[in-house]
């Protein structure tokens, strides 16, 4: 008789991506890879753990077969990772995570439970008061937190309350312990090496449960999958009051984590990350995408790892995309090799057509550059461009945002999308709603875009619904535009323009609009 392998921790990913994106979930909307369950997942085993991944998004599993799986595991630890590409993701995802968590909870499943993710960085005493049935959260990062847990003999609160980085139940009480430290720079390759992605699910080959945006595999079904994402660096420069990026840097104590007082990025070594390029490469994956935020910043890190997959890529087959910032797409020769290195897609942060306002947004960290001759600069290098716009930045108005679209006609960028602004929890906007006693979101699916109950932020003059309806109304006039469509159809074939028009068929359902689900 075999005897069964003891199990430190199992990473349990949870998605609800049909109250996320409603009926694009279907078909349109990516399935991403869970990349911080991969990458903790690694590193806890890399201290010689012994740990699991349940990705019950990509496997579409039903509460019972997560049950099943958990009781035939039997983990001394259950980790929901409440994580996701998008800057929403975090808040949203946890949706899923609860509805989880208290199917097990109700099934007498005795194993405690916590949650890592941006939703509980930000917001950690506030989870734990409001989600009984959830033992502990991590207030980072989690890498040496979850270490240290997992070495102890129980998880009682005497114990718990030597762990740092944590908000943990005592009693009827929560409490919050003091901030762990974050991995530095020099010890990114060391402590957070690498992915686990032999943990993931799979149909027929590596990765083919996932499957990219409709964009970045050129608007054809056929190049969705296999998919994968990976960062070369943590952590964001910038300080912008919407995003809530640097949540997972936080080093304080304080029960409202705001992002914009962590800013720092960390990064891991070039030939580090080349490495984890060649194994995906090796599995056939040739549709990846770089998650940092900011990868076109630091020409000291992003320059030879272009290089070095400029080589991998002579055949020109690799299908990358990263996100910049428009004021960071400055020199053709760097464009150039960004290019060469098969990064075909930059996801460009335009934020708004209104200077002072996308000037405001950054807190004077975005340099004013003229939009249309960097958008045509990167055109000009045969990069295609997704451009990121948000309607409901404070200080806008239906004329500005008006200003915003007609723009992004004029530019008539290949990938297009915007977002109602959204008080994500970690944000300084989150912040600044509370003080002002702004109606948020009354569940977690409310901070996505795309759900029937979000709720966007008003501004001074439009309301959240005014906005909503601006932002929809905006996403079907730029995706019939017939300029926009002859340029799908000239770069990607007709097939692509066709499954353009099919999506902007499926109207999503508001809520605050009066819609009925």
Known sequence: MVKKKFLDCCFIVCGNSKKTYQELSKTYSAIEPPTWALLLAQSTRSFGFEVNIIDANAENLSEKDIFNRIKDLSPKLICFVAYGQNVNAGTVNMTGVIHIASYLKDKKIN????????????????????????????????????????????????????????????????????????????????????????????????????????????????????????????????????????????????????????????????????????????????????????????????????????????????????????????????????RKAGIKWLALGIESGDKSIRLEVAKGKFEDVDVKKVIDRVHEADIHVMANYIFGLPGDTKETINKTFQLSLELCTAGWNTYGAMALPGSQLYKDALNKGVKLPESYEGYSFHSFETVPLPTESLSAKEVITLRDEAFTNYHTHKPFLKLIENKFGKIAADNILQMTKIKLKRKIKGDQL
């Open 111 to 338: 194993i405690p439970m916590s949650i890592i993710g941006s939703h509980v960085q930000a917001l950690p005493i506030e989870t734990l008061k409001k989600e009984k049935m959830i033992d502990f959260v991590f207030t980072n990062e989690a890498v040496y937190s979850l270490r240290n847990i997992l070495k102890l003999d129980s998880f009682n609160s005497k114990n718990l309350s030597q762990i740092k980085g944590i908000a943990y139940r005592d009693g009827n009480d929560v409490k919050m312990t003091s901030a762990e430290r974050v991995v530095p720079t020099e010890k990114m390759d060391i402590d957070l090496p690498g992915y686990a992605w032999d943990l993931l699910p799979f149909n027929k080959k590596p990765l083919d449960l996932y499957r990219a945006p409709m964009w970045h595999a050129e608007y054809d079904f056929e190049k969705r999958t296999p998919y994968a994402s990976l960062q070369t660096s943590l952590g964001c420069m910038f300080h912008c009051n919407f995003c809530m990026i640097n949540i997972l840097n936080r080093d304080d104590d304080e029960e409202v984590g705001v992002a914009s007082n962590y800013s720092q990025m960390r990064f891991w070594s070039t030939d580090f990350i080349i490495k984890e390029f060649d194994k995906l490469i090796s599995m056939g994956v040739k549709t990846i995408r770089i998650v940092d935020e900011m990868f076109l910043l630091n020409p000291k890190y992003y320059v030879p790892l272009c290089k070095k997959l400029a080589e991998r890529n002579k055949d020109d087959s690799l299908r990358i995309w990263s996100y910049s910032r428009i004021d960071t797409v400055k020199r053709p020769e760097i464009l150039e090799l960004v």
